[in-house]
């Protein structure tokens, strides 16, 4: 992903979440600018910014699928697209026929 020979995407909400994370666990603004600049070198990597209807569907796929809210969000930024594979320890996910879910640790 780095070198951009494979590609990923992750959402807008989900980098916010792992940067609210590391200030949780003491991280200050100069580690968290530090962060979100570093993703700027993974070539493969892109940012997929919800709108407002991605995040009302994403309430559909909640009561649909029973996922929670970051979960469904996640689901439908991977159906926008047009995706079908994700890489998560979350076995929510496993509930939703035509997904595939790969472990980190298995890729």
Known sequence: MKTGEEEAMIT???LDAI?????GHGRNSDDLA??????SAYKGLRIYFLSLADRLFATKHMKEFGLD???ATTYQAI????A???VSFDS??????GLTR?????I
């Open 19 to 23: 940067v609210l994370v590391l200030q």
């Open 84 to 86: 079908n594979t994700l």
């Open 79 to 82: 159906k926008r697209m047009g």
């Open 92 to 97: 929510d996910f496993d509930a939703i026929k």
């Open 12 to 14: 807008d909400f989900l």
């Open 69 to 71: 809210y970051d979960d």
């Open 34 to 39: 530090t962060f979100i600049s570093s993703l």
């Open 102 to 106: 790969i472990e980190l640790d298995k």
